[in-house]
Structures are given as C-alpha cells and as structure tokens.
C-alpha cells in the first residue's frame, strides 16, 4: 500500500498553517506529507495509524507526526452522518516545516531540545493526557496570534513538550529510522548494526563489537540506556521489518516471516502479536480496509 503525497500550502503572509478540521473522513487517508503535524483531536474517537503504529485515539489526545512519516486516523463509523455539528468530530492541526525557523537558528545550542523532539517526531509523540491541555492553551494563543508571536508561540509549545517529557513514541525504530542526536555514539552504533543485519542471527559477540563494548558488559549498558533488553529490541525490530513488508503487500506471510530475520514461522506469528496485538495477517488486512 503506497501512501499518497499531500502538499499543504500557507497563506502568503504565514510560514505555517493552524485549521480546524471537520468531519468523519478528514484524515482517514494514507498519506504523508514533508511537514511536521500537531494534531489536537477535540471530538471523536477512531483508530490511528502511524508508521506501523496502531492503536485507539479520542478526544482530548494530542500527536506529533515527522515529516514524511505516513500515517492516518479513521474515525468511529458509528458517528452518524446525521449527527448535530455539535456532536460533529473536529481537530486542530497544524503544518509546519523542519526548518520553518531557518537551519542555522535550529542548530543554535539553545535549540538543542527542540530539535531533539523534532527527530523523534519522525517515529511519532503521543502526549501523555494529563500533559495536554497546557498545550492547547498555547495553540488557542497561536490561533489568536499574528507575526512574531505567532511564531514564538509554536516554539514555546514544542519547547514545552521536550522539557516536560511526558510523551511516548509510536512507530517502530525499524520503520523509519533517523539517527537521534541525543543518542550515544555506542548506542547509534548498535542501531546501524541490528539495522542493517536484522534479517540474520545476530550473535551477542559481534553487536557488541560494533559498540566497542565487551560482551559481558554490553547487556547491562543496553540496558540502562534504553531500558529494554537487547534481545526485546531486536524483536521489535524484526517486527517493525516485518510490519513494513506487510504494508507493502508484495509477499506473502511465510516469506515475511523470514525477511525479517525469524527462524520460525509460529515464533513470528507469536512475537508478532506480542508486540503488535495483532496476528500478522489481522495487522495487514486493518490498513488495507481503511486505505
């Protein structure tokens, strides 16, 4: 299933666009776009696809979506097409580029945090509920706001959400993967490695060469900078290969299974699940029937 390109074009006078959005099937398109979205969801409820993320959104959840990630959300049919409009879903979302405020400010050290959060937005942040309305109250001064405020508003929103950190990241690490400058060396070193050989046996040994790190240590620093263990990783790994692969619908299960480095075909459909909490081919046939 490709995802459709879409092109958002700003006003003459603005650099980014805020709207409000309506309806049942406002975003329940695969598609992808170059700019960043911050979608704030105030009615509705449906199911979210992001990167080979599923899960349930609903009123009062707040995401941020990277540049070229594909993704879409699929409202609850259930909601009928008659409903008042004041029962009628609506989002505020707004698109912006990377480099809205030029390349070299963002590589200012002062903007160390939001360009950290603008990379793990290229997995997908779901901000944890509690957190979000100190954001929304900021968006309501965006949409009130002209020129430089405006601008500074969006910053101090972003800047705000990587402080606080309260947020999780969606999409596997092996659907698309962009180095994390906040990220050790050694660790970026053994994300090249795992990404590059998933599809193989990975023996402990040669990872942890590759990190410059004996074997014996290698688990204990895994841990403690990830917080899983290394084995939990590659799995999520070859399932992410595997959710990718799936997506793309040109092979069948079986051979999935062993592009994505598993051995064994009932193994797979167990891990799969696991981490998905979907059997492959339930996973595949939820985005083809909302595509």
Known sequence: MKPQLLKHHPACNTSFTMKKEMGLNINSRWHFHAELELIHFHRGSGTQFIGDHISRFSA???VLVGANLPHFWKYDEDLSSSAESSEEPYSTVIHFKENLWGDSFLNLPEMDGIRTLLQKAKRGIQLHKDFVQAHVELLRKVSGSTGFQRMMLLMQCLDQMEKEGQYEL???????????????ESIQQVYDYVLRNYHRNIYLEEVADAACISAGAFCRFFKSRTSKTFTHFLTEVRIGAACRLLLENRLSIKRICFESGFNNFSCFNKRFKEVTGRTPIVYQKEYSSHS
């Open 60 to 62: 009062g959840d707040m």
């Open 170 to 184: 969606l999409s596997s690490l092996a659907f698309q993967y962009h180095p994390d400058s906040s990220e050790t």
